[in-house]
């Protein structure tokens, strides 16, 4: 391939991420072109309606409204899929690739649901699967574990994988401000989407996850087979009573394995995470994860998770890395197709083993004997209780009691939750939360 070639680019999707590709192709296009010694062309976008009038022009030649026929034109050797869900998004991304062609994926959701078919097929036909701009945004994590980190073996990945929920819970906490004030002002300033549900439940970051969890050991955890929780029942008095007892809250993604066992676990749910830890510190729109590999031992990588700019940063990334492979002729690639081996048969950790300490918040009726009814059912269930705060609720003659545990397991958690959800003196849903001792 001369340094005359032309590769061209299709974008399948030409929404906030479609647009950011262009603008800084346009923006970069002779210092990309001088790195990567090829001319750079955005050849064809599909995209779902012809008129709509857009900030960014783009000549109308250049437009269809047929994706299928940007993935499969014979001129186009790189396909952007940028449309996200999993139904069209799908049935483009396995028709790019049949027909041989490299394709970029910003869709942390398909890439969850399909991986395993897209990854088959991308190796039964030639093609290339480049998903850099799926998991964290503009931080480069996939490159990280497939290339910088590639030595290592990975018993720890944690992080915050969602900037709406890191905003929301940013805003709650350094304002005082409840959950729904500050999810409206959230929308309104465009970080959380109209239907809000799969950032703030957590089902966003569980996609990115189970990414995660596949470039780190090689199988494929399907969100439903996750502890999975959001952020929705979090007041500000959860931030008061975690600062209280030296903590911060974040959604995180907690992925874990057991090389003694080979027991892995994949989670996403709130954590009381040390005021000195790090990621603990991380506010607003940004991302932070943290990766402990056995012979690196822990790396920290914080920036911009998501938005235009730093989601159009990754894509072009892998479309460069696109073009060096096309100029190098085709084999196999390290952020492509390629699993790294399962390691003789990762497996589920059951519940009952996978351990930490647990923060309670109970709703109780003011009166005598709640807290000893309340330590009676943990004690079932083995649960030794750490600490107590006890304060004023919201609503006449309840109070708040928050309990935080010695170490126990998920089992034996929601066992007790289910038990004390069942007693006349507590009024609402129990509140629990994880906490992690996490040095880095």
């Known amino acids: 391939m001369s340094n005359d070639t032309v590769i061209n680019i299709g974008l399948c999707g030409f929404g906030t991420v479609g647009q950011g590709v262009w603008k800084h192709l346009a923006q970069n296009r002779a210092d990309l072109e001088s790195r990567l010694g090829v001319g750079l062309q955005i050849y064809s976008i599909a995209v779902r309606d012809l008129k709509r009038k857009r900030t960014i022009k783009v000549p109308a030649k250049k437009l269809t409204a047929d994706p299928m026929a940007v993935a499969t034109d014979p001129n186009v050797h790189i396909v952007c899929e940028l449309m996200g869900g999993t139904t069209l998004a799908r049935r483009v991304t396995l028709a790019a690739l049949k027909a041989g062609k490299i394709v970029v994926s910003a869709n942390k959701a398909l890439i969850s649901a399909c991986g395993a078919e897209i990854f088959a097929t991308a190796r039964k036909h030639g093609g290339h699967f480049f998903f850099e701009a799926s998991v964290a945004g503009g931080v480069p994590i996939i490159k990280?574990?497939?290339?910088?980190?590639?030595?290592?073996?990975?018993?720890?990945?944690?992080?915050?994988?969602?900037?709406?929920?890191?905003?929301?819970?940013?805003?709650?906490?350094?304002?005082?401000?409840?959950?729904?004030?500050?999810?409206?002002?959230?929308?309104?300033?465009?970080?959380?989407?109209?239907?809000?549900?799969?950032?703030?439940?957590?089902?966003?970051?569980?996609?990115?996850?189970?990414?995660?969890?596949?470039?780190?050991?090689?199988?494929?955890?399907?969100?439903?087979?996750?502890?999975?929780?959001?952020?929705?029942?979090?007041?500000?008095?959860?931030?008061?009573?975690?600062?209280?007892?030296?903590?911060?809250?974040?959604?995180?993604?907690?992925?874990?394995?057991?090389?003694?066992?080979?027991?892995?676990?994949?989670?996403?749910?709130?954590?009381?995470?040390?005021?000195?830890?790090?990621?603990?510190?991380?506010?607003?729109?940004?991302?932070?994860?943290?990766?402990?590999?056995?012979?690196?031992?822990?790396?920290?990588?914080?920036?911009?998770?998501?938005?235009?700019?730093?989601?159009?940063?990754?894509?072009?990334?892998?479309?460069?890395?696109?073009?060096?492979?096309?100029?190098?002729?085709?084999?196999?690639?390290?952020?492509?197709?390629?699993?790294?081996?399962?390691?003789?048969?990762?497996?589920?950790?059951?519940?009952?083993?996978?351990?930490?300490?647990?923060?309670?918040?109970l709703t109780v009726r003011d009166q005598p004997g709640v807290l000893a009814r309340v330590a009676s059912v943990m004690a079932r269930h083995h649960v030794s209780i750490a600490s107590v705060i006890q304060s004023p609720s919201e609503t006449t003659d309840t109070a708040s009691l928050v309990l935080t545990t010695h170490d126990s397991h998920e089992r034996a958690m929601q066992k007790t939750i289910k038990q004390l959800t069942r007693l006349s003196s507590v009024v609402d849903k129990p509140l629990l939360l994880r906490i992690s001792d996490f040095n880095a």
């Open 144 to 361: 990280a574990l497939r290339e910088g980190l590639v030595a290592n073996r990975f018993p720890q990945i944690y992080g915050i994988l969602n900037g709406t929920c890191n905003y929301i819970l940013t805003q709650m906490e350094e304002r005082d401000e409840p959950y729904a004030s500050v999810l409206a002002e959230a929308k309104a300033l465009g970080y959380a989407e109209a239907d809000e549900s799969l950032d703030v439940g957590g089902w966003d970051a569980a996609h990115k996850a189970a990414v995660l969890a596949w470039l780190a050991h090689g199988v494929w955890v399907h969100p439903d087979k996750m502890i999975v929780e959001g952020i929705e029942r979090i007041t500000p008095a959860d931030f008061k009573n975690a600062a209280t007892l030296g903590y911060g809250i974040k959604l995180l993604a907690v992925i874990t394995r057991d090389f003694s066992t080979n027991e892995l676990s994949v989670k996403v749910h709130p954590t009381l995470l040390p005021e000195d830890n790090v990621i603990a510190s991380v506010n607003g729109v940004f991302n932070a994860i943290s990766v402990t590999g056995d012979v690196v031992g822990t790396t920290l990588y914080i920036g911009k998770g998501a938005g235009q700019d730093a989601t159009a940063s990754a894509v072009i990334s892998d479309i460069a890395d696109a073009v060096a492979l096309l100029r190098n002729g085709k084999g196999v690639h390290l952020t492509s197709e390629v699993p790294i081996p399962a390691g003789g048969g990762v497996k589920p950790a059951p519940l009952e083993h996978i351990h930490g300490r647990y923060y309670l918040r």
